[in-house]
């Protein structure tokens, strides 16, 4: 059985990486979380620049959680750049945000966000978006 995809956790806080983390073991997935806290750093690491050229130690992830009010570049940022790559085509995009803010939904999903959850998401959520879109959390990246 292939190794599960690793997930970028994009989010500059770590109380909702600690929550995250415990959400995904209570889920049951075995994906390695890759943590970033802002969209500058989501952003090289995708591109594989800086401290993330090493693909063996930073592989492309197959799943984008992304935190919508972050430092340097906002999520909103960095769902727009994501979307302009071809080689991040089948990157799963999903929109953390504590705004219940019926635009930040709109603006996610018209961005191509793939799914937007509330703030913490929980291992409920996470079964679903694994269920929804296996492929994102299956197999090698």
């Known amino acids: 059985m292939p190794n599960p995809a690793p997930i970028l956790f994009a989010d500059d806080s770590e109380d909702d990486e600690i929550l995250f983390r415990r959400s995904v073991r209570i889920a049951g997935l075995g994906n390695p979380v890759i943590v970033v806290r802002d969209g500058d750093e989501a952003i090289a690491y995708l591109k594989g620049e800086g401290m993330y050229t090493d693909r063996q ?39 953390l945000t504590s705004s219940e803010r019926e635009e930040d939904i709109k603006n996610s999903s018209a961005l191509g966000a793939n799914s937007v959850l509330t703030k913490p998401c929980t291992a409920d959520d996470l079964k679903h978006l694994a269920q929804e879109f296996p492929e994102s959390w299956t197999g090698s990246a």
């Open 57 to 95: 130690r930073h592989p492309i992830p197959k799943v984008l959680m992304l935190d919508l009010k972050m430092p340097r570049k906002s999520g909103f940022e960095v769902l727009q750049w994501v979307k302009q790559q071809p080689y991040l085509k089948d990157l799963l995009v999903v929109v």
